[in-house]
Antibody, heavy 125, light 108 residues
Framework: EVQLVESGGGLVQPGGSLRLSCAAS????????MSWVRQAPGKGLEWVANIKQDGSEKYYVDSVRGRFTISRDNAKNSLYLQMESLRAEDTTVYYCARIVVYDILTLPHYGMDVWGQGTTVTVSS | EIVLTQSPGTLSLSPGERATLSCRAS???????LAWYQQKPGQAPRLLMYGASSRATGIPDRFSGSGSGTDFTLTISRLEPEDFAVYYC?????????FGQGTKVEIK
């Protein structure tokens, strides 16, 4: 079964740090771009970061650039999100997602086709 | 950054009715680099469409997508009970990827 399982969420004080993990199984992890997406309670979805299969390319939303670092360990089939200088507005559920690439007329189209169940991060004093 | 605005915010319909959801972009979404997701309460999102009009694996054909440029539409031809959920459009033209704020399809 194709599966993603996040862990590492919890309560942290403003300015603190936290590392999220996402364990992948049931597919060849090293063949896929991966993503982190977050969702504040009762709010919409916000894309956070993407990482290429070999980790050579990383992209971030402006609000986390310089504070969060996405990384991966293909030998361990794991994706990570290191979060520093956490703020109250970082309080959300964090999902990891697999990015699938579809080829339409030689153009790459992307979709996040497998998602974890989410892990909750609460930033509060 | 491309801002996606979805309308309406809430759609109240009965099972069997047709649902039409709109997603408007603040600038052109190149090559229809647009996806749609469905999210039910307490669940992770589910990929429905990519490339504006291509259904993802396992998505029933009552779901269809259309549009180009700045205006996109997701249509559910006949609502089934399991289709009542929140729907998000998302563009992947470039970084940052962005989502719309969502349209809730609720039972009337």
């Amino acid at each position: 079964e194709v599966q993603l399982v996040e862990s590492g969420g919890g309560l942290v004080q403003p300015g603190g740090s936290l590392r999220l993990s996402c364990a992948a199984s049931g597919f060849t992890f090293s063949s896929y771009w991966m993503s982190w997406v977050r969702q504040a309670p009762g709010k919409g979805l916000e894309w956070v970061a993407n990482i290429k299969q070999d980790g050579s390319e990383k992209y971030y939303v402006d609000s986390v650039r310089g504070r969060f670092t996405i990384s991966r360990d293909n030998a361990k089939n794991s994706l990570y999100l290191q979060m520093e200088s956490l703020r109250a507005e970082d309080t959300t559920v964090y999902y990891c997602a697999r990015i699938v690439v579809y080829d339409i007329l030689t153009l790459p189209h992307y979709g996040m086709d497998v998602w974890g169940q989410g892990t909750t991060v609460t930033v509060s004093s | 950054e491309i801002v996606l605005t979805q309308s309406p915010g809430t759609l109240s319909l009965s099972p069997g009715e047709r649902a039409t959801l709109s997603c408007r972009a603040s600038q052109i979404v190149t090559s229809s680099f647009l996806a749609w997701y469905q999210q039910k309460p307490g669940q992770a999102p589910r990929l429905l469409m990519y490339g504006a009009s291509s259904r993802a694996t396992g998505i029933p054909d009552r779901f269809s997508g259309s549009g180009s440029g700045t205006d996109f539409t997701l249509t559910i031809s006949r609502l089934e009970p399991e289709d009542f959920a929140v729907y998000y459009c998302q563009q992947y033209t470039g970084s940052p990827w962005t989502f719309g704020q969502g349209t809730k399809v609720e039972i009337k």
